[in-house]
């Protein structure tokens, strides 16, 4: 499951919440990103 952030309210949405309709359920807005993690760097020798 891909989590999405609404770009205006900047709320969580779930992957399953936008097959249904592609809007926020929070605001309406039709824009969003997905986060990305935090990267662990490894050190090569």
Avoid: G
Wanted: glycine share 0%; net charge positive.
């Amino acid at each position: 499951m891909t989590t999405y952030k609404c770009f205006k309210c900047d709320e969580k949405i779930s992957s399953e919440e936008l097959e249904r309709r592609f809007s926020c359920p929070h605001c309406n807005s039709r824009i969003f990103y997905k986060p990305r993690t935090a990267i662990k760097k490894i050190k090569v020798k």
